[in-house]
């Protein structure tokens, strides 16, 4: 089936990513070549073919319910970003991360 | 000394005829001289690696050396390093100091070893040729026009232009064995679950794993002796008893039986690489391996199956990337919405993109059943065929790659031209298994260049022993891993 415009952005608009109307029409071309080879699949018939999510088809294992990491906090601070808008600070404030007002 | 084997350095750093601090600089000099060209080398830290040479050095006065004790990895970008700037070959990582180690780099660092560098790679390990790296492409050291491979073609150029006495790689649909094939050396990835990824940054989880990339099967068993083994960090790490992969190297291969599966010679494989595969067969059958032909009839299937499930998985795993807490965030933004989607637009380069898209329209509402779960029955149908193949075999063997180096920009503009450079690798990620390549020979290009060629093994699951053993003994009976480019040479100098 084709892809159009309008699907590229609206994908693009679920995985967050903003795309011009210049690199949605680039993008058109080269994910409808990618979707051409994915298609070869339709031909195989899998009737009745259990689905296979991983090569280890192992539980989980679980762990022990106990602290096993120490606060990081401040030493993970050090990666965040420039605020941006002007700012050339980092995005933090008394530990916590700033981004943009969410609640009016 | 560049050329030695780890084996023989560490027997040299141990006897003290050279110390870890002097051949760390050796190979420091090796880079500034040859890196500016080759481009292998994403972080260079001389002031940390020389203190881990120093200390080393100290460990071996101190009479507690282990085999790599002293001996400089390079370590691929993918992997966290604490204090290294770890980037996965991204702008939106270019910023990054990690603030842990991965399981494998604290490993390495409990033998002793010295972290040389950070080597460069396709974008969070994204490509065939090492050109989706926003720190540039890397050369081929045999020809500085052509591409190393990827996605570890920085780790796979500094073996080749012994750059480091040798690297780590990953390996989700290839990115280990393509490159070594391309560049002339030995790289493995082993079984799903043997080594933790633990600190190294995720692209599909359920496909990724690390692996050694060496001058020979000798010094993987010994890379792979420090990466593999049990680590609880990891869910989906096997807990198994610890294992010598040096244990088999010396067996004879009377006996031995291999698999030629018949969709690896069909078309699409160059006829100077099927050659070069052909004679290697013989040198096994000199050695005592039988011959059986096997199929894999869903071989061809991999490709597609694979570029349904390997986005799927990166578009969920690089969902983390929001410009919140650390990364890339655009230096302009209205709304919070905004902010996510113009940082990642910005953030991430077009391959990458194009892998997310692709993978939230196959998770997407309405395509679910066609895609994602119909490339996950193919992919049983795939594993079953080496369940089949193995009943037949003890290990198969074909091309790791369908051609010779190729220039860098040929496929940069076509996606699927560049995906079908996986087509021999893809379907052992997707069924978990082991695969080697192999330094086997070289073929002539159309310009008159004498490119490397790389021998495929894929082994049963946890048959990495018996892998290395196979390359090992046509290692003592030909001597293509020990062939080296001529770097003045290859970058078209006199």
Request: a negative charge; aromatic letters at 8%.
């Amino acid at each position: 089936m084709a892809l159009s415009i309008e699907d590229i952005k609206k994908v693009a608009h679920l995985a967050r990513i903003e795309v011009s109307d210049s690199d949605a029409a680039a993008t058109l071309t080269k994910l409808t070549g990618i979707l051409g080879l994915i298609e070869q699949m339709q031909a195989v018939d899998t009737s009745g073919i259990e689905p296979m999510s991983h090569s280890q088809e192992l539980s989980q294992r679980l762990r022990d319910d106990v602290v096993t990491k120490t606060n990081l906090r401040d030493e993970f601070q050090k990666n965040a970003p420039v605020l941006g808008n002007g700012s050339t600070e980092q995005a933090v404030a008394g530990g916590l991360y700033l981004v943009p007002k969410v609640i009016e | 000394m560049i050329n030695n084997s780890l084996k023989q350095l560490g027997d040299m750093l141990q006897a003290k005829t050279i110390s870890s601090v002097e051949l760390t600089q050796s190979f420091l000099a090796r880079i500034s001289q040859y890196n500016p060209s080759i481009n292998a080398y994403i972080s260079l830290d001389e002031s940390k690696t020389l203190a881990q040479a120093k200390a080393a050095d100290a460990r071996i006065a101190a009479g507690n050396a282990a085999p790599l004790t002293g001996i400089p990895i390079a370590q691929k970008d993918i992997f966290c390093a604490k204090d290294w700037r770890t980037t996965c070959g991204s702008k939106m990582l270019a910023n990054f100091i990690s603030p842990y180690d991965a399981h494998i780099i604290s490993q390495f660092d409990a033998v002793g070893a010295v972290n040389l560098g950070k080597t460069n790679m396709d974008e969070f390990a994204m490509g065939s040729s090492n050109e989706t790296s926003y720190f540039g492409g890397v050369k081929n050291p045999w020809s500085y026009d052509r591409v190393p491979g990827g996605s570890s073609g920085g780790s796979a150029a500094a073996v080749a232009a012994r750059l480091c006495a040798a690297a780590t790689g990953t390996d989700t649909g290839g990115s280990i064995r393509q490159p070594a094939s391309l560049c002339g050396l030995t790289g493995l990835k082993p079984t799903y679950g043997v080594v933790s990824r633990f600190g190294m940054i995720a692209f599909a989880s359920s496909l990724d794993q690390a692996g050694p990339m060496a001058k020979s099967a000798e010094d993987c068993a010994l890379m792979m002796n420090v990466m593999a083994g049990f680590d609880e960090r990891d869910s989906t790490s096997l807990n198994r008893a610890k294992e010598d992969y040096t244990k088999d190297l010396n067996k004879p291969l009377a006996g031995l039986k291999v698999g030629l599966p018949k969709e690896f010679f069909a078309e699409g494989l160059d006829a100077s690489v099927g050659k070069v595969i052909e004679t290697a067969i013989e040198e096994y059958k000199k050695l005592g391996a039988e011959i059986v032909e096997i199929s894999l009839p869903n071989t061809g299937l991999s490709i597609p199956v694979y570029y349904v499930l390997a986005p799927a998985e990166a578009s969920s795993n690089l969902s983390r990337y929001d410009g919140v807490r650390y990364g890339h965030r655009a230096a302009e933004y209205t709304d919070l919405m905004d902010m996510y989607c113009k940082s990642r637009a910005e953030g991430f380069g077009a391959e990458v993109k194009r892998r997310i898209l692709i993978g939230t329209y196959v998770l997407s509402a309405g395509y679910y059943d066609a895609y994602y779960l119909k490339a996950q029955q193919i992919r049983r149908l795939i594993a079953q065929d080496f369940v089949e193949a193995f009943n037949k075999c003890d290990v198969i063997m074909g091309p790791a790659a369908p051609s010779t180096a190729f220039k860098a920009g040929e496929k940069v503009d076509d996606p699927v031209a560049m995906y079908l450079q996986d087509i021999y690798t893809i379907s052992t990620n997707l069924a978990g298994l082991p695969g080697m390549s192999v330094p086997a020979g070289f073929a002539q290009s159309d310009d008159g260049k004498s490119l490397p060629v790389g021998l495929q093994i894929i082994g049963n699951y946890f048959d990495e022993a018996r892998m290395l053993n196979v390359a090992h003994q046509y290692q003592q009976v030909t001597d293509w891993h020990v062939q080296t480019p001529n770097l003045d040479k290859s970058e078209g100098k006199a």
